[in-house]
Protein backbone atom coordinates (compact mmCIF):
# COMPACT_ATOMS: atom_id res chain seq x y z
CA UNK A 1 0.00 0.00 0.00
CA UNK A 2 1.48 3.51 -0.68
CA UNK A 3 2.43 5.83 2.04
CA UNK A 4 1.76 6.11 5.38
CA UNK A 5 -1.96 5.36 5.66
CA UNK A 6 -4.55 2.84 4.21
CA UNK A 7 -6.56 5.54 2.50
CA UNK A 8 -6.39 8.67 0.03
CA UNK A 9 -8.75 11.44 -0.13
CA UNK A 10 -10.12 12.03 -3.47
CA UNK A 11 -11.19 15.31 -4.79
CA UNK A 12 -15.28 15.59 -5.77
CA UNK A 13 -17.17 18.36 -6.25
CA UNK A 14 -18.84 19.60 -2.95
CA UNK A 15 -18.64 16.26 -1.38
CA UNK A 16 -14.87 14.52 0.10
CA UNK A 17 -14.30 11.07 -1.39
CA UNK A 18 -11.79 8.23 -0.09
CA UNK A 19 -10.42 5.16 -1.08
CA UNK A 20 -9.55 3.16 1.62
CA UNK A 21 -7.38 0.19 1.49
CA UNK A 22 -7.55 -3.09 3.41
CA UNK A 23 -5.18 -6.71 3.32
CA UNK A 24 -8.56 -8.44 3.97
CA UNK A 25 -12.01 -7.44 4.36
CA UNK A 26 -11.89 -6.94 7.88
CA UNK A 27 -9.49 -4.95 7.81
CA UNK A 28 -11.04 -2.44 5.13
CA UNK A 29 -13.44 -1.76 7.23
CA UNK A 30 -11.46 -1.37 10.38
CA UNK A 31 -9.58 0.99 8.19
CA UNK A 32 -12.72 3.00 7.19
CA UNK A 33 -13.53 3.09 10.11
CA UNK A 34 -10.50 4.80 12.08
CA UNK A 35 -10.16 7.15 8.27
CA UNK A 36 -13.81 8.69 9.43
CA UNK A 37 -12.29 9.31 12.71
CA UNK A 38 -8.99 11.22 11.09
CA UNK A 39 -11.34 12.91 8.80
CA UNK A 40 -13.05 14.65 11.94
CA UNK A 41 -10.68 15.14 14.12
CA UNK A 42 -6.66 14.14 14.40
CA UNK A 43 -7.14 10.49 15.66
CA UNK A 44 -3.87 10.86 17.44
CA UNK A 45 -5.77 12.64 20.09
CA UNK A 46 -8.26 10.52 20.36
CA UNK A 47 -7.83 8.26 23.44
CA UNK A 48 -9.01 4.21 23.31
CA UNK A 49 -10.80 5.13 26.74
CA UNK A 50 -13.75 3.39 26.06
CA UNK A 51 -15.27 0.21 24.42
CA UNK A 52 -18.08 0.03 22.29
CA UNK A 53 -19.37 -2.84 20.34
CA UNK A 54 -21.59 -2.20 16.60
CA UNK A 55 -23.21 -5.03 14.87
CA UNK A 56 -24.48 -3.91 11.29
CA UNK A 57 -26.19 -5.30 8.89
CA UNK A 58 -26.71 -4.81 4.55
CA UNK A 59 -28.41 -6.43 1.67
CA UNK A 60 -24.87 -7.14 0.22
CA UNK A 61 -21.28 -5.88 0.60
CA UNK A 62 -21.68 -2.07 -0.81
CA UNK A 63 -24.73 -1.68 1.50
CA UNK A 64 -23.04 -3.03 4.30
CA UNK A 65 -19.98 -0.59 3.63
CA UNK A 66 -22.35 2.38 3.62
CA UNK A 67 -24.52 1.30 6.74
CA UNK A 68 -21.28 0.66 8.69
CA UNK A 69 -19.74 4.12 7.89
CA UNK A 70 -23.15 5.89 8.80
CA UNK A 71 -23.27 3.84 11.96
CA UNK A 72 -19.64 4.70 13.06
CA UNK A 73 -20.89 9.01 11.86
CA UNK A 74 -24.23 8.30 14.11
CA UNK A 75 -21.72 7.47 16.65
CA UNK A 76 -20.31 10.76 16.41
CA UNK A 77 -23.01 12.77 15.90
CA UNK A 78 -25.80 11.59 18.28
CA UNK A 79 -23.64 10.20 20.80
CA UNK A 80 -20.42 12.32 20.83
CA UNK A 81 -17.97 8.88 20.70
CA UNK A 82 -14.55 9.38 18.19
CA UNK A 83 -13.13 6.00 17.45
CA UNK A 84 -9.67 5.51 17.74
CA UNK A 85 -9.38 1.87 17.00
CA UNK A 86 -11.75 -0.91 15.00
CA UNK A 87 -11.55 -4.05 15.30
CA UNK A 88 -14.16 -6.52 13.16
CA UNK A 89 -15.02 -9.75 14.82
CA UNK A 90 -16.85 -11.18 12.87
CA UNK A 91 -18.20 -10.44 9.19
CA UNK A 92 -19.68 -11.93 6.51
CA UNK A 93 -21.66 -10.84 2.96
CA UNK A 94 -24.55 -9.27 5.04
CA UNK A 95 -23.16 -8.72 8.44
CA UNK A 96 -20.69 -7.60 10.61
CA UNK A 97 -20.09 -7.09 14.60
CA UNK A 98 -16.94 -4.87 15.56
CA UNK A 99 -15.28 -3.55 18.44
CA UNK A 100 -15.02 -0.07 18.74
CA UNK A 101 -12.01 1.73 21.41
CA UNK A 102 -12.31 5.84 21.51
CA UNK A 103 -14.25 8.30 23.94
CA UNK A 104 -16.41 11.20 23.67
CA UNK A 105 -15.55 14.47 22.38
CA UNK A 106 -13.53 16.49 23.93
CA UNK A 107 -13.86 20.33 22.40
CA UNK A 108 -10.47 21.69 23.83
CA UNK A 109 -8.72 18.42 22.68
CA UNK A 110 -10.73 17.17 19.37
CA UNK A 111 -10.59 20.39 17.03
CA UNK A 112 -13.12 19.45 14.84
CA UNK A 113 -11.00 19.26 11.25
CA UNK A 114 -14.06 18.65 8.45
CA UNK A 115 -17.68 18.45 9.14
CA UNK A 116 -19.00 15.13 7.59
CA UNK A 117 -23.33 15.51 7.09
CA UNK A 118 -23.54 11.91 5.52
CA UNK A 119 -22.23 9.20 4.42
CA UNK A 120 -23.62 8.88 0.79
CA UNK A 121 -23.88 5.62 -2.18
CA UNK A 122 -22.76 7.46 -4.78
CA UNK A 123 -19.41 5.78 -5.86
CA UNK A 124 -19.47 3.47 -3.29
CA UNK A 125 -17.84 0.39 -3.69
CA UNK A 126 -15.82 -2.64 -2.08
CA UNK A 127 -14.04 -4.59 -4.47
CA UNK A 128 -11.18 -7.36 -4.14
CA UNK A 129 -7.71 -5.84 -5.71
CA UNK A 130 -4.44 -7.45 -6.23
CA UNK A 131 -2.61 -7.24 -2.50
CA UNK A 132 -6.14 -7.17 -0.99
CA UNK A 133 -9.36 -4.61 -0.87
CA UNK A 134 -10.25 -1.75 -1.48
CA UNK A 135 -13.15 0.72 -0.89
CA UNK A 136 -14.44 3.95 -2.16
CA UNK A 137 -16.89 6.24 -0.54
CA UNK A 138 -17.97 10.19 -0.66
CA UNK A 139 -19.06 12.24 2.37
CA UNK A 140 -21.69 15.04 2.36
CA UNK A 141 -19.68 17.63 4.13
Known amino acids: ?42 IE ?11 VEGVDLANLW ?17 VRSCKIVHMDGHTLSAELLGEKFDAPRHIVKTEIKAV ?3 QATVQQVQGGWEGKVVFDV
Open 1 to 42: MPGDKPYRIFNHTADLGLVITGRSLPELFAHAAEALSGLITK
Open 45 to 55: KVEPATARRLD
Open 66 to 82: INFLREILSLFTVNEFL
Open 120 to 122: TYH
